[in-house]
């Protein structure tokens, strides 16, 4: 068969990292981690995994197994795979967050939480990569924004691959100087591998695909979306290799990931020119809410990369990388991940119920099972929060950076009210709801027969 | 952009309606590359290799073959004749005023093409699950082929390869035209070639997504 098919575990992918979110923006709003505390200290540690594994990581890879088919034209290499993998996942991260604490010295010291963290991690997203690699390479041809998702998989490994590392040392399981050194200095490569390759390269990819499918554009492979891949690589390239590099012999670190910035921000600039193109070459004049709140978040990357040309020149940019980091991970790619899923969730929920129907009786349309006036004022709730914490982090007020997560924690919480609406068909009308044949979906898994 | 396909008593020859007037009036015939040149369509049509003979009707397109198979030659045929309409160059050049005109031939077999009219209307019960329209207005419906005996082949395409509703949109179409009365069984054909594009929404699909008409019904 040409094309995919419906990723089992996909809902219950998205159910663990919305759980994630919300538990990330609960510890905001009550202070715990950074501004509260430090960026190295243990409460900031795991706030920021939360948000880079528990929702951010586990959002995309859940994404990834229903999408990269679609991308390829081929289906997902192993169906079962996924279940293990997000059990590999979820244990990992608590195991990590445990080793945090035990940092913190509030749990017993003698458990091996960050080996079993380095282990279990580290098997999740093998089987991910392994999974979705195999899926990737068996396509018969793979369009420009598979290549991005290559290029972001591949940042996966370096990304994992430091984290163990530091995880190893924290645990004092080696001592072996190159890892302590890198263990010392190379927290930035690993934040940069994270939210710069693998999740922002990732989300550039498939938002090429996704915007132009959405909005019945014309799919890019023009001369500026191939240097804005191939920019993305050099910048990667230069922090990842070329800092580890520096730092391993001695060398100028702070010009390497200068340089590497400069490549990065350049790429940013043509995929915003695409973007942009995308958005004006639509065929679909009347967009819906996902491609309209992507606006939002799009425009919170651009705002990112303004604040990083600034800061660079005011030469203060270590001074406010945390407002960049927050403003990246929760307005461009939080942003985009809930937006994409107001659609997607309802995209899938569709096929689940009425796609076996399709042809015997009449269905409703996906457009039918969400509401999206509702929708909208969680969404622009959302979006104005994160913009008002990013402010309140820039200027250095935390009780405002409390009430910004407040406030995004609320419109979370609306947000995903509507997801279990939809998925509970419980927006679509009596008389269209439940046609012969059509049962109301489980909240977190399709069944099995839906390959 | 919906093509009906009609066969005739030559096996040799086959009738495509792509459901808007081609030449409007009159019939030409062009045999070779030569005469070809005096329409942009039929160029497109006799650079596929076994098209012998290409002849434009009212409303019809009827190509002839020397070698090959149907089942392979269709999908490239169609391909061009989608391409030619969606490029919106007139059907013949100045040149054809050489030619000779006649009138149609109307070699059809009526009582096929009606059923394929009633097929077409049965698979607007339909719909592509993203864009929430019926798949024949779309233009997702390529062809539909009814042969002695009311077996059905339906040639369609997704909005995007790969698209996860793929196996549900063939299995509901094979399902919505097997119901037509007289249709005895289906057989629905992917294709990519050529991929669909939003000009080939009919007017009334286009006019729903806000697309300004490039000229097409």
Excluded at chain 2, 23 to 48: M, N, W, Y
Aim: with cysteine; net charge positive.
């Amino acid at each position: 068969m040409i094309g995919a098919s419906l990723s089992r575990w996909t809902m219950a992918y998205f159910a663990s990292a919305l759980f994630f979110l919300v538990a990330a923006e609960c510890m905001m709003a009550g202070g715990y981690g950074f501004p509260h505390a430090a960026v190295g200290a243990p409460a900031t540690l795991i706030l920021v995994h939360v948000v880079a594994i528990g929702w951010l990581s586990v959002l995309m890879l859940g994404a990834l197994f229903q999408f990269v088919p679609v991308l390829v034209a081929h289906p997902l290499h192993n169906d079962w795979l996924p279940l293990p993998t997000l059990l590999a996942l979820l244990s990992g991260l608590a195991a990590l967050i445990l080793g945090f604490l035990q940092l913190a010295s509030q749990v017993d010291p003698e458990l091996p939480f960050f080996a079993l963290a380095s282990v279990l991690l580290g098997l999740g997203f093998a089987f991910a990569l392994w999974n979705l690699g195999r899926t990737l390479w068996s396509a018969q041809s793979r369009p420009l924004p598979a290549r991005f998702v290559m290029v972001g998989l591949t940042s996966v490994v370096a990304t994992a691959g430091f984290g163990i590392v530091f995880a190893l040392v924290l645990a004092r399981t080696t001592t072996y100087g190159p890892f302590v050194a890198l263990a010392g200095s190379a927290l930035v490569i690993h934040v940069i591998a994270g939210l710069g390759g693998w999740l922002t390269v990732t989300a550039v990819g498939v938002s090429y695909r996704l915007l132009a499918m959405f909005m019945l554009a014309p799919e890019l492979e023009r001369s500026s979306t191939k240097a804005a891949l191939y920019l993305g690589v050099a910048a990667l390239a230069v922090a990842i290799g070329g800092g580890t590099w520096a730092i391993l012999h001695g060398a100028n670190f702070t010009l390497m990931l200068s340089g590497s910035a400069m490549v990065g921000l350049l790429a940013v600039a043509l995929y915003a020119g695409d973007v942009v193109y995308l958005y004006k070459a639509r065929k679909r004049r009347t967009i819906e809410l996902n491609c309209r709140m992507a606006a939002l978040a799009l425009a919170s990357l651009a705002a990112s990369a303004v604040l990083i040309v600034v800061l660079l020149v005011l030469g203060q940019l270590k001074e406010y990388a945390a407002a960049v980091v927050f403003l990246a991970a929760f307005g461009w790619l939080s942003g985009l991940g809930l937006a994409q899923l107001y659609k997607i969730v309802a995209f899938l929920t569709w096929l689940e119920c009425y796609g076996p129907v399709l042809g015997k009786t009449q269905t409703p349309r996906v457009q039918d099972l969400v509401i999206e006036r509702r929708a909208t004022k969680w969404f622009l709730l959302y979006f104005l929060a994160v913009w008002a914490g990013t402010i309140a982090l820039v200027i250095g007020y935390s009780p405002a950076f409390q009430g910004a997560a407040a406030a995004m924690l609320i419109a979370t919480g609306g947000i995903v009210a509507q997801f279990a609406r939809t998925r509970r068909l419980a927006d679509v009308t009596a008389a269209a709801r439940l046609p012969v044949g059509v049962r109301k979906p489980r909240l977190l898994f399709a069944p099995s027969h839906q390959n | 952009m919906f093509i009906q396909t009609e066969t005739t008593t030559d096996p040799a020859v086959l009738r495509f309606l792509p459901g808007r007037d081609v030449l409007g009036e009159g019939t030409v015939d062009l045999h070779d590359r030569t005469q070809a040149k005096a329409s942009p369509l039929a160029e497109r049509l006799f650079a596929i290799s076994g098209v012998s003979a290409v002849s434009l009707g009212r409303d019809s397109i009827t190509v002839t073959k020397n070698a090959g198979e149907w089942q392979h030659l269709k999908p490239a045929i169609l391909g061009a004749i989608v391409e030619h309409f969606i490029a919106g160059v007139p059907i013949l050049t100045d040149s054809a005023a050489s030619l000779p005109h006649g009138l149609s031939a109307g070699a059809g077999n009526s009582g096929e093409g009606e059923l394929s009219g009633r097929i077409k209307d049965a698979l607007r019960a339909v719909i592509d699950p993203e864009l929430g329209f019926n798949i024949v207005d779309l233009g997702l419906i390529y062809a539909v082929d009814v042969a002695d005996g009311g077996a059905v082949r339906i040639t369609m395409s997704t909005t995007t390869p790969g698209c996860p509703a793929t196996s549900y949109l063939k299995q509901g179409t094979s399902e919505c035209a097997g119901a037509v009365p007289g249709v005895e069984c289906v057989e629905v054909q992917l294709t990519y070639d050529p991929r669909w594009s939003p000009e080939m929404m009919s007017a009334e699909a286009k006019a729903r997504f806000g697309i300004r008409s490039g000229g097409h019904r």
